[in-house]
């Protein structure tokens, strides 16, 4: 039985397209979050285009219609970033320029880990290049060598929806096959080249949002059905391919780097005992959980998700020896985030509807909820723990968790998030719980937004995860100073007391 140790790995996650900025500095290109602007509860975010003929500009909200898009432009128009608008993630939290700081921030609090990912614009401007951005590649040299310098490890995710604009633009998306192979070269050069400073990679960030986010996930636009269940196909085949190399590394250099799958992990709950919820959830989970984990841990396309297939009239362009390739690179951990119970009903009348990370539900009585409307819910992680390891039987990671919530500044210019700190005592309660009760084999926690970060539902800087505050409104202003809440000296201790 595992037990929570030395060894386990404590540290906090971000990603490039919410936290690293600089996006068009050192030779980067526009990627996906370059073109959205910043929206807020119940305001959803819109995507800016230009008009290829006419040179007309525009803005288009991102939302889901019953034809599965998020994202309709209109004719001849493509994704460009335009004069006087403001897009949050072009300088996010600026961890272009205070990576030292920032990283001496979580040495001082004994982090262990560092989940982060790179972004394909930044190695590939335009996806397609010849040749990769050394300037790029220098950054993420000068990363790691900080990381490690000061003890922490680092865990990179390869894709976080920060598609690089010209695969957008001139190849569709992930629909497209020749996208595949363009990105699998793009990860093949940086495994190679970070072989001896990256155990652990994620493929593609919360891959079971692919078909509820097609935008975001699988840079669609006015995309059908087909095309998403295409691009889904398509992660999966760069996922085993990348697999297939990471394999041949090990072997070649002896070394033991892992690929994980990384999903959206919040558990599902049953609203009541009806058995219509139950029956009602079983299909919910097999469609938007099980496919994708089934396909990428056990290496087949499971029957359930088959037969919706057939029964939507859903084609998918899979080659014998795709499904080959599949089946003999099944990835070797999973990474997962999860923030809170998702509650179901078969009935949605039966109660009132609530948002929460991707999958939305009805309000749980049993849970408070953020402003934003997310569950609070510190045991949804032993929850989810315990089925992902009963199911899977793979070592798992907690990659993305907390409470995304607003802080004040007090008077004494000091940020008390006590609300903060009862949450990850009760989380990390959980954790311990799964692990030495329950058996579970869990070897680390990555809390999201460690440092302050802009959201991804909103573009927002108010919605807060971080033990540290970083200086910045919703509008942009700010110092981008960084300052120690309460649950920056509270994790130090525990970090401490638990080590
Ligand atoms: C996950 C994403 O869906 O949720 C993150 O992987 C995101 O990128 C996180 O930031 C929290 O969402 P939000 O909207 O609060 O930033």
Redesign the pocket.
Known sequence: MSELNRDFLWGIAS?AC?GEGAWNEGGKGPSLHDVLTPGSKGVVRKATYRNILTNETGAESIHFDPEGRNLVLPDNCVLDVLDNVYYPSHEATDFYHHYKEDISLMAEMGLKLYRTSFNWARVFPNGDDEFPNEEGLKFYDDVLDELLRNGIEPMITLY??DIPLNVINKYGGWKNKEVIDMFVRYAKILIERYKDKVRYWLAF??IN?DEMMPFYYLGLVNNSRNDIFNGIHNHFVAAAKIKEFVKEINRKYDKQIMLGQMI?GDPIYYYTCDPKDILHVISYKHRYFDFYSDVQLLGEYPRSIKRFFESEGITIDASEEELELIRNNTLDYIGF?C?GGITLTSDPKKAEATGG??FSGVKNPYLTYTD?G?ANDPTCLRIALNQLYDHYHKPLFIV?NGL?TYDKISEDGKIHDDYRIEYLKSTFQGIKDAINVDGVDVRGYTL??GID??????GQMS?R?GLVYVDKDNEGNGSLDRCRKDSFFWMKDYIKSNN
């Open positions: 990603d919410q976080h929806m960030n919360e949002c959206a985030s923030y990370n991707i934003w997310w993305e995304g999201w937004g970060i802009v959201s991804a539902e909103t919605k995860y």
